[in-house]
T-cell receptor, first 115, second 116 residues
């Protein structure tokens, strides 16, 4: 069965510094997608970045990059130059592939950016 | 822009009441999902549907049922609400997935349900 593990319940980072949020996954399916979402206190899920299992390059979206290490089954999110508005809950998720496109989530990491 | 709309943002219901949470999407997506979010547990899948009138149980279906009579609408039903169903409920919709397509999953804003 697929599983997503986020081992950091909470993290602090100073404004303008980079931070890495850890995510490991487990699947036997060769075809899958990895996602990161941001959830501010208002509750909406904001899509940040996506990595496909066949992608050769690590995904990047502005200040976000995904450090994809397939052999280690890890998909860490790197946020460069942290901003106060980055304070939120961050979820790693994996699609199990196939028609249903069902997302499996980790337990989340609460990031607090300090001025 | 894709829109997933959840009918109620905040609800307070009494134990034993029947509760309906409605979700509508406007992108003709085949797949729709209901998740429950609790602190320390992340998002857990309750039910999903891959077509009209089709449904499958997720990881925590007990105490819930769903209805999908039209493609754009997916309802979550709590037949007899209990206090342990106090939670945040998120609806999502998506199209068929392939690793090449990238993100095709869209979420509603969430419904905060309190059962007293």
């Amino acid at each position: 069965a697929q599983k997503i593990t986020q081992t950091q319940p909470g993290m602090f980072v100073q404004e303008k510094e980079a931070v890495t949020l850890d995510c490991t996954y487990d699947t036997s399916d060769p075809s899958y997608g990895l996602f990161w979402y941001k959830q501010p206190s208002s509750g909406e899920m904001i899509f940040l970045i996506y990595q496909g299992s066949y992608d050769q390059q690590n995904a990047t979206e502005g200040r976000y990059s995904l450090n994809f290490q397939k052999a280690r089954k890890s998909a860490n999110l790197v946020i460069s130059a942290s901003q106060l508005g980055d304070s939120a809950m961050y979820f790693c998720a994996m699609s199990d592939g196939g028609a249903t496109n069902k997302l499996i989530f980790g337990t989340g990491t609460l990031l607090a950016v300090q001025p | 822009d894709v829109k997933v709309t959840q009918s109620s943002r905040y609800l307070v219901k009494r134990t034993g009441e029947k509760v309906f949470l409605e979700c509508v999407q406007d992108m003709d997506h085949e797949n729709m999902f209901w998740y429950r979010q609790d602190p320390g547990l992340g998002l857990r899948l309750i039910y999903f549907s891959y077509d009209v009138k089709m449904k499958e149980k997720g990881d925590i279906p007990e105490g819930y049922s769903v209805s999908r009579e039209k493609k754009e609408r997916f309802s979550l039903i709590l037949e007899s609400a209990s206090t342990n169903q106090t939670s945040m409920y998120l609806c999502a919709s998506s199209m068929f997935f392939t690793p090449i397509k990238g993100n095709t999953i869209y979420f509603g804003e969430g419904s905060w349900l309190t059962v007293v």
